[in-house]
């Protein structure tokens, strides 16, 4: 079932919402897909994220922005849905990005978020996000997003399986500063207050405030590069939490078909992606 959003949600509402609205005991998820039709991507926004993030602004809209512009809709689809566990505190634990072409700034597209998946972890639960794209009914871009919701309890035994393989090296060394998950806040809209200071973060679990994991990915990819200018798919799988301010590596090593890539620090893996473009 569809459900078709007519404007953009407003976040700190729906923040709000989350916070005041007690969340069902349920073993199963919603189904809904929360859609907006007729989209096109916010110039000053990419060039706010190009600016955070370390890419070139160009005509073509970098692998990871139009998550940026699902945002709001994952969150509106885990507030306003029955979900079982409140957003605030949820970690990003895994990406997937894949495009079958480049993305054009003047594009018109549509864009649909739906779950597709919640499985038991070890630390909790999982809940998988299907980001999807359309331009003229054609798919043109994906991104899956995993978060956990620390704490909650899922039927079923945590997953394993493959997990990318983490580089190691010199790599190129990143200052992080402290005030990094308020600028990438501002600009992506998530305001999950484990990104925005120590003090904000400590009665979620954590000492320090955490950077983005979808600021560290889309470093990452830019010092990769840039945007990929084709078909291209961008997997990233995040570790420890990169604690504000930061100082880390990057580590990129060429592959047959891409880049393989980690963000260290000491004997510490924050990230790691594998880039894999077309020929």
Known sequence: MDRILRQEPSLPALYARSVL??????VDFPRTRVLRRGMRFDVDQL??????????????????????????LQIDLMVREPFPFAILGVVHVAQEFAQTRALD?????????????????????????????DVDGQTVWTGRSRYLARG?????????????EAPDGGGTRWRVPAD??????????????????????KPLGFRRALAHGMWTASRALADLGGPALDAARYEVEFGAPVLLPATVR??????????????????????TTRLTTSA
Do not use: K
Request: net charge positive; proline share 9%; charged share 20%.
């Open 250 to 271: 990057h580590v990129m090593v060429p592959t047959d078909d891409g880049w393989s890539s980690a963000v260290r620090s000491r004997d510490r893996v924050h990230l």
């Open 180 to 201: 990094t998950g308020r600028r990438y806040a501002t600009v992506s809209g998530d305001l999950n207050p484990i990104h925005l200071s120590a003090l904000s973060a």
């Open 21 to 26: 609205t007690p969340r069902p005991h349920r």
């Open 105 to 133: 700034l003047g594009e018109t597209f549509d864009l649909g978020v739906r779950a597709v998946g919640m499985h038991a972890h070890r630390r909790g639960a999982t809940v998988d996000l299907l980001t999807e794209l």
């Open 47 to 72: 060039a706010a994220f190009c600016r955070t993030t370390g890419f070139p602004v160009r005509d073509t809209v970098p692998l990871p922005f139009p998550q940026v512009v699902a945002f709001p």
């Open 152 to 164: 909650l309890q899922w039927p079923g035994t945590p997953r394993g399986g493959e997990r990318l």
